[in-house]
T-cell receptor, first 109, second 114 residues
Framework: QKEVEQNSGPLSVPEGAIASLNCTYSDRGSQSFFWYRQYSGKSPELIMSIYSNGDKEDGRFTAQLNKASQYVSLLIRDSQPSDSATYLCAVNQGGKLIFGQGTELSVKP | EADIYQTPRYLVIGTGKKITLECSQT?????MYWYQQDPGMELHLIHYSYGVNSTEKGDLSSESTVSRIRTEHFPLTLESARPSHTSQYLC?????????????FGSGTQLSVL
């Protein structure tokens, strides 16, 4: 079992829709969770972090964490073509940041 | 914008050569990382460092070494390059702040071993 798992996609949504990205992790002791966005040919950039169960909102982005289910998700409201990228889930495990393989999101105009 | 620099941006080299990928940051961050990423795949942790004279191995460390003599500099060395080393190498740094750790990535080095 991979330490951090994501559906690779691609996930295709129409412009203006809600995009839902999911991630599961194996280490129950993990305390901090991150979502990075990576445009094609570019380096990852942090868009959200979450540490407590529940929802955290930042603009059009909402991160959701359920530690009992070992599940993290990212919702993107009012999706825009500029949101088209690969979204990487990352989990801090024992001082190391472990990444999932990423979910490719395509937002169609 | 993050001030973390990687050189070279692209490198094509023959099998068996020794190479060093450079990474420098001007933010005074203690923690630094090296990741390897193939197209469409996850980032694999190669090495990381908590600060000067600290180096730790990640998942893919067995064929490379790192050093941390200065806070700002974290070079990665492959003693004998092989075609299987062909990949994108990403360096990152972060302020060590417990669980609230934010990574800043460099632009990467695309390595091709012939």
């Amino acid at each position: 079992q991979k330490e951090v798992e994501q559906n690779s996609g691609p996930l295709s949504v129409p412009e203006g829709a809600i995009a839902s990205l999911n991630c599961t992790y194996s280490d129950r002791g993990s305390q901090s969770f991150f979502w990075y966005r990576q445009y094609s040919g570019k380096s990852p950039e942090l868009i959200m972090s979450i540490y407590s169960n529940g929802d955290k909102e930042d603009g059009r982005f909402t991160a959701q964490l359920n530690k009992a289910s070992q599940y993290v998700s990212l919702l993107i409201r009012d999706s825009q073509p500029s949101d088209s990228a690969t979204y990487l889930c990352a989990v801090n495990q024992g001082g190391k940041l472990i990444f999932g393989q990423g979910t490719e999101l395509s937002v169609k105009p | 914008e993050a001030d973390i620099y990687q050189t070279p941006r692209y490198l094509v080299i023959g099998t068996g050569k020794k190479i060093t990928l450079e990474c420098s940051q001007t933010m005074g961050h203690d923690k630094m990382y090296w990741y390897q990423q193939d197209p469409g795949m996850e980032l694999h942790l190669i090495h990381y460092s908590y600060g000067v004279n600290s180096t730790e191995k990640g998942d893919l460390s067995s064929e490379s070494t790192v050093s941390r003599i200065r806070t700002e500099h974290f070079p990665l060395t492959l003693e004998s390059a092989r075609p299987s080393h062909t990949s994108q190498y990403l360096c990152a740094s972060s302020e060590v702040a417990g669980v609230n750790e934010k990574l800043f990535f460099g632009s990467g080095t695309q390595l091709s071993v012939l």
